[in-house]
């Protein structure tokens, strides 16, 4: 099965600075890849997804890139705000919705 | 639109006992999957079901199990509850469950286990 990696260690940045989370994973490539947000006792929120033909998506101030070649994805956040901190998970597409998920990475945007 | 809705929100049972969770998925998804999320494990997925049909599943053992009913609606199951069980357990629901689905999360079911 797909082994997916995040960076445990939570992100700490200035408000207004760009945030990079990394997503590494194991095995075999998957067709698509997801972000999705998570904030403290809440389900996980969907953010963006990538196809592997795709090397950069962005939607408002997020940016993913997916690179099959180093199997990993960099998830960016431009201008980040104190409203941005939570907890960030990658997930890999399984048959029929199972998806394999990172541990997430914890950001804190301070002000 | 309502979106996944999850019932308790919270709730507290003993070891040897057995629990219901409820989904209600959003209005029109057919596809609702169940995810076990633990601070050592993450999220991990439980099963799948589409059109009351269990299509996958995850490595849980037998104590884990649910259904779904012709309206979408989905419980999930378990019995002789562990210490171990003690989660958020998470419902999701997608128009489909193809490569590429976008899935769509409730709150989640807070299990404590004593």
């Known amino acids: 099965s797909q082994k997916i990696e995040q960076n445990s260690e939570a992100l700490n940045i200035q408000e207004g600075k760009t945030a990079t989370l990394t997503c590494n994973y194991t095995?075999?490539?998957?067709?698509?890849l997801q972000w999705y947000r998570q904030d403290p006792g809440r389900g996980p929120v969907f953010l963006l997804l990538?196809?592997?033909?795709?090397k950069e998506k962005r939607k408002e101030r997020l940016k993913v890139t997916f690179d099959t070649t180093l199997k990993q994805s960099l998830f960016h956040i431009t201008a980040s705000q104190p409203a941005d901190s939570a907890t960030y998970l990658c997930a890999l597409d399984g048959n029929f919705n199972k998806f394999y998920f990172g541990s997430g990475t914890k950001l804190n945007v301070k002000p | 639109k309502a979106g996944v809705t999850q019932t308790p929100r919270y709730l507290i049972k003993t070891r040897g006992q057995q629990v219901t969770l409820s989904c209600s998925p959003i209005s029109g998804h057919r596809s609702v999957s169940w995810y076990q999320q633990t601070p050592g494990q993450g999220l991990q997925f439980l099963f799948e079901y589409f059109s009351e049909t269990q299509r996958n599943k995850g490595n849980f053992p037998g104590r884990f199990s649910g259904r779904q009913f012709s309206n979408s609606r989905s419980e999930m199951n378990v019995s002789t509850l562990e210490l171990g069980d003690s989660a958020l357990y998470l419902c999701?629901?997608?128009?489909?469950?193809?490569?590429?689905?976008?899935?769509?999360f409730g709150e989640g079911s807070w299990l404590t286990v004593v």
């Open positions: 095995n075999y490539s998957p067709a698509y």
């Open positions: 990538i196809r592997e033909n795709e």
């Open positions: 999701a629901s997608s128009l489909s469950s193809g490569l590429g689905n976008t899935i769509y």
